[in-house]
């Protein structure tokens, strides 16, 4: 497909840096961008507001050479997901370490719909708050550095009264883990994204529980790049891999 919205020089302005599918059907893909900097180059520009996409694509219709749907972001992002078994919440990783939130009324039906000239234009007049809701991560509660790995638990867990609890009847996936350069492991619970927590200040969210990973031989923290969990009714392992091996 053409490198939609990457400009004239694309190849040099942007990239496609994350790729998933929407949901188990795999007809639907999406992707983001980013732009093509150095180290240098973005830590001159970080923190300064920069419109970003992540780009929706019907693969079965493969003479349509356009997305079916545009999803506009505040800032570019590392990685996004989608829940495995609901679509319509879709988490992405900002490079400041916070997270941004999106839970769609009705993800599929946009897609079902996007080559559809009416829907569209009155999908275009809608107030965004028609289509999705979402939540920013505050500073203050996110991680320290970008993120680098991202996993969901599977069915069946939840958080209560500050303890993993794992009951089979469960069947929704709510529960997930963050990891960073920052060595914390963040593990965080999208059912309650909007009620979690109550402080003196009012209504936040922040992750669950914190993890710190840190070396054996200085105690200093690790730079976390990629976790795996292996978890099995009430048994469970983070398998964390760090810039060192």
């Known amino acids: 497909r053409d490198n939609y919205f990457a400009g004239q020089k694309s190849k040099k302005e942007k990239s496609i840096n994350c790729i998933r599918l929407v949901n188990s059907e795999k007809e639907y893909l999406a992707h983001s961008l980013i732009r093509n900097l150095s180290f240098e180059e973005r830590i001159k520009i970080i923190g300064i507001p920069y419109t970003s996409q992540i780009i929706f694509w019907n693969f079965q219709d493969t003479e349509v050479n356009s997305p079916v749907y545009v999803l506009e972001l505040p800032m570019e992002i590392t990685n996004f997901e989608f829940n495995p078994l609901n679509p319509n919440n879709l988490i992405c990783c900002l490079y400041s ?3 941004i939130i999106y839970e ?6 946009i897609l079902h719909n996007g080559f559809d ?15 999705y809701t979402f939540y920013i991560t505050p500073i203050s509660e996110s991680h320290k550095s ?6 969901w638990f599977p069915p069946g867990y939840s958080f209560h009264k500050y303890q993993m609890q794992y009951n089979q009847s469960i069947k929704d996936i709510n529960i997930f883990a963050t990891i960073s350069d920052d060595g914390q492991i963040l593990v965080w619970d999208c059912k ?6 109550k402080n003196e200040v009012g209504n936040y969210i922040k992750p669950v529980l914190k993890i710190e990973v840190n070396r054996f031989d200085f105690n ?3 730079f976390c790049r990629s976790i795996e969990l292996k978890i099995k009714g009430n048994d469970s392992m983070m398998y ?3 810039n060192e091996g």
């Open 240 to 242: 964390v891999g760090t």
């Open 220 to 222: 200093l923290k690790a």
């Open 97 to 99: 370490g916070q997270l």
């Open 104 to 109: 769609f009324k009705d993800i599929m039906n």
């Open 192 to 197: 309650n994204f909007d009620r979690t927590i």
């Open 146 to 151: 970008y993120i680098t790995g991202f996993k």
């Open 117 to 131: 000239s009416e829907f569209t234009e009155k999908l275009m007049k809608k107030q965004k708050s028609e289509v």
